[in-house]
């Protein structure tokens, strides 16, 4: 079965220096993967998708993440924290038929002056 | 192009009464999810409507119920409200492998 774990449920970061949101998958083939960001009362926001092209990914507002099939991983990375990425950011799979999206738990950054 | 609309943006009902949730796809994605996210219980799938049919349920109880019209849009029922049914109830459209897009959801207060 798929699943999805995301490390940290909160990381706090000041601006201007780098966030790292750690997601780890479990599939039984290789998946596609997907990672949202949803700001306070807001619904959710595609920050990005890997679909098995190019392993590296880059989405909106400076993130980027990596698929890293032998670590079972796609972590979410930025090299320099604004104060508006402050927001809660989901990791997520289409179950196998894609009949659902399963997210992980989320997780809340916190971007410091 | 528009993106997913979904009406009404917050409603508040009386515990018992039923609650009617609506939402329309991106043009041309044929496929409606719906996730209902509660406070401290995260993203949890309720329906999936495909092609006007139920294709998957999560695990809520049958008061919970929805349909797919033939213009694609979709609309969420929630029967017998109970106070923990308070949740922001999202929609997401999809056309299969492209990613899935969200509304910007119904906020359900049961008092």
């Known amino acids: 079965a798929q699943s999805v774990t995301q490390l940290d449920s909160h990381v706090s970061v000041s601006e201007g220096t780098p966030v790292l949101l750690r997601c780890n998958y479990s599939?039984?083939?290789?998946?596609?993967l997907f990672w949202y960001v949803q700001h306070p009362n807001k619904g959710l926001q595609l920050l990005l998708k890997?679909?098995?092209?190019?392993?590296l990914v880059k989405g909106i507002n400076g993130f980027e993440a990596e698929f890293k099939k032998s670590e079972t991983s796609f972590h979410l990375t930025k090299p320099s924290a604004h104060m508006s990425d402050a927001a809660e950011y989901f990791c997520a799979l289409p179950s196998g038929g894609y009949n659902k999206l399963i997210f992980g738990a989320g997780t809340r950054l916190a971007v410091h002056p | 192009e528009a993106g997913v609309t979904q009406s009404p943006t917050h409603l508040i009902k009386t515990r018992g009464q039923q609650a009617t949730l609506r939402c329309s796809p991106i043009?041309?994605?044929?496929?409606v999810y719906w996730y209902q996210q509660a406070l401290g219980l995260g993203l949890q799938f309720l329906l999936w409507y495909d092609e006007g049919e139920e294709r998957n349920r999560g695990n809520f109880p049958p008061r919970f119920s929805g349909r797919q019209f033939p213009n694609y849009s979709s609309e969420l029922n929630v029967n017998a409200l109970e106070l923990e049914d308070s949740a922001l109830y999202l929609c997401a459209s999809s056309l299969i492998r492209d990613g899935y897009t969200f509304g910007s959801g119904t906020r359900l207060t049961v008092v």
């Open positions: 043009s041309g994605h044929t496929s």
């Open positions: 599939s039984s083939y290789s998946p596609s």
């Open positions: 890997y679909t098995s092209a190019a392993t």
